[in-house]
């Protein structure tokens, strides 16, 4: 009889609100990791920064003429366009309102 006195008794609003809490923070940990940048898009935007910039100091240098700058440019403006598609472009399976989400 003395052990049933002295024994803990959880109330259902605590374990509710414990509940809820680790349901938010899960909620948290996934909204975080699908607006992660993409790494592929992230390298090549990296790569077409480095190249850009090395190619516009070869051409105030005057080492390349303005026609290679400019195909360089152009070079560079499709990376990013294809770095932008890799990020933002390609939709994942189970992705949005359309996707697996449990009922």
Same mark, same amino acid.
């Given at each position: 009889m003395s052990r049933k006195k002295y024994k803990k008794r959880h109330s259902q609003s605590t374990m509710e609100? %414990?509940? $809820?809490?680790? $349901?938010? %923070?899960?909620?948290? =940990?996934k909204d975080r990791a699908r607006k992660r940048m993409d790494p592929t898009a992230r390298n090549l935007l990296l790569g077409d920064l480095v190249f850009?910039?090395?190619? $516009?100091?070869?051409?105030?240098?005057? &080492?390349? @003429?303005? =026609?290679? @700058? &400019?195909?360089? @440019?152009?070079?560079?403006?499709?990376?990013m366009v294809i770095a932008l598609w890799f990020q933002f472009g390609k939709k994942k399976d189970g992705e949005g309102p359309s996707g697996n989400w449990p009922s």
């Open positions: 609100a %414990k509940r $809820q809490a680790a $349901q938010a %923070k899960l909620a948290d =940990e850009l910039a090395i190619c $516009q100091l070869l051409y105030s240098n005057g &080492s390349i @003429s303005n =026609e290679i @700058s &400019s195909a360089c @440019s152009i070079f560079g403006l499709i990376i």
